[in-house]
């Protein structure tokens, strides 16, 4: 285990008691690990603004019987073979299926492709989910 430091800060009454309010209502049992938990946020959101790696998922949902938009989607996930690990394929009603697509690369590579897929037309919503890889988030 990596050695603990302890260190004070200074916060205001109101905002600290607001801070109390939202980790007990997370089920965080101290401040500590909710401010790890804040710092290692920020770690991974510096890697993401400077393009380093980072793993997630990109959710979307399309109309199935709009004209070609399985091959248009199928052709992109080929052409994005090296950051995609894994693809799921959900029918969630006659017309809407749902695709999970599952990725590990460069934050500039996985944000271009969730914006190319969301950008395809019938592709009703989408959204990325990013997450460091946890070499520099402790």
């Known amino acids: 285990m990596a050695e603990l430091i302890r260190f ?6 109101t905002l600290l008691e607001k801070f109390d309010r939202l980790i007990r209502n997370r089920g965080y049992t101290n401040r500590s690990e909710a401010i790890r938990d804040l ?4 770690l991974v959101k510096k890697e ?4 380093g790696e980072v793993a997630g998922a990109i959710t ?3 109309d199935h019987h709009k ?15 090296q950051i995609i690990v894994s693809t799921q394929h ?6 809407n299926c749902l695709e999970i697509v599952a ?12 914006d190319t897929l969301k950008a395809l037309r019938g592709v009703r919503n989408a959204t990325l989910s990013m ?6 988030t402790g």
């Open 60 to 62: 979307f949902i399309y």
């Open 103 to 114: 990725v590990k690369g460069k934050s500039i590579e996985v944000r271009r492709l969730a």
């Open 8 to 13: 004070g800060v200074s916060l205001e009454k």
């Open 67 to 81: 004209r070609d938009l399985l091959n248009r989607v199928i052709d992109i996930q080929h052409d994005n073979h």
């Open 48 to 51: 993401w603004e400077e393009g």
């Open 39 to 42: 710092i290692r946020g920020e």
């Open 131 to 136: 997450t460091g890889v946890g070499k520099e």
């Open 90 to 95: 959900v029918h969630l009603d006659h017309h």
